[in-house]
């Protein structure tokens, strides 16, 4: 059972671009939802991440959009950049009641052509 | 160290052999994670320590995989009897909180091919 979804697959954007990544989630008990960043042969790094309290979460270029009722949540990129050619990967966990680890999407290949 | 660090980068063995994949965490992190990540699929989580002890396990997908922390830093996980599923990218993670509730900061993996 794939907890988190992720899509698109693939993403190209042009330079400028805002790129749209989305997640959806069926454990209604995460209450932390993160996103990381991934370059080719390095470990994934935190971008940027939210809780359910809050419907958004803006740092630097980066937006999160969070849908509690939908179970739906959503990075932004404004203005993309070439270095922001990666793999992004939404997260979930639960932190109360006994906390466990991350569960991850299965990631999208985002490319800014220049 | 700066940064959680994992050895070896690269491990190529023969199915059937015992293989060892070794992580060393921020210091003074208490949390600890194993996950494995396929080719093209997001890390999958294996297990958790809280400090010396495994808090959750359920990730490990059969008895041949087991991970110790025996003084609650370095941390080894062991797989045992290899088979070529188990080709994949293992990332340790860190973090000085319980789990889900801060930053995990991963190392930059152990790549194990299993010929």
């Known amino acids: 059972q794939q907890q988190v979804k992720q899509s698109p697959q693939s993403l190209i954007v042009q330079k400028g671009g805002i790129s749209i990544i989305n997640c959806a989630y069926e454990?209604?008990?995460?209450?932390?939802f993160p996103w990381y960043q991934q370059f080719p042969g390095k470990g994934p790094a935190l971008l940027i991440a939210?809780?359910?309290?809050?419907s958004e979460k803006k740092e630097g270029r980066f937006t999160i959009s969070f849908n509690k009722s939908a179970k739906q949540f959503s990075l932004h990129i404004m203005d993309s950049q070439p270095g922001d050619s990666a793999t992004y990967f939404c997260?979930?966990?639960?932190?109360?009641?006994?906390?466990?680890?991350?569960?991850f999407g299965k990631g999208t290949h985002l490319i800014i052509q220049p | 160290g700066a940064g959680v660090s994992q050895t070896p980068s690269n491990k190529v063995t023969e199915k059937g052999k015992y293989v060892e994949l070794r992580c060393d965490p921020i210091?003074?992190?208490?949390?600890l994670y194993w996950y494995r990540q396929s080719l093209g699929q997001g890390p999958e989580f294996l297990i958790y320590?809280?400090?010396?002890?495994?808090?959750?396990d359920s990730g490990l997908p059969n008895d041949r995989f087991f991970a110790v922390r025996p003084e609650g830093s370095v941390s080894t996980l062991k797989i045992q009897r290899t088979e070529r599923g188990d080709s994949a990218v293992y990332l340790c993670?860190?973090?000085?909180?319980?789990?889900?509730?801060?930053?995990?900061?991963f190392g930059e993996g152990s790549r194990l091919t299993v010929l």
């Open positions: 320590f809280q400090g010396t002890g495994a808090a959750d």
């Open positions: 997260a979930a966990s639960r932190t109360r009641g006994g906390a466990d680890g991350l569960t």
């Open positions: 210091s003074g992190h208490t949390a």
């Open positions: 454990n209604t008990a995460f209450d932390y």
């Open positions: 939210i809780r359910p309290d809050v």
């Open positions: 993670a860190s973090s000085r909180r319980l789990a889900g509730s801060g930053e995990l900061f």
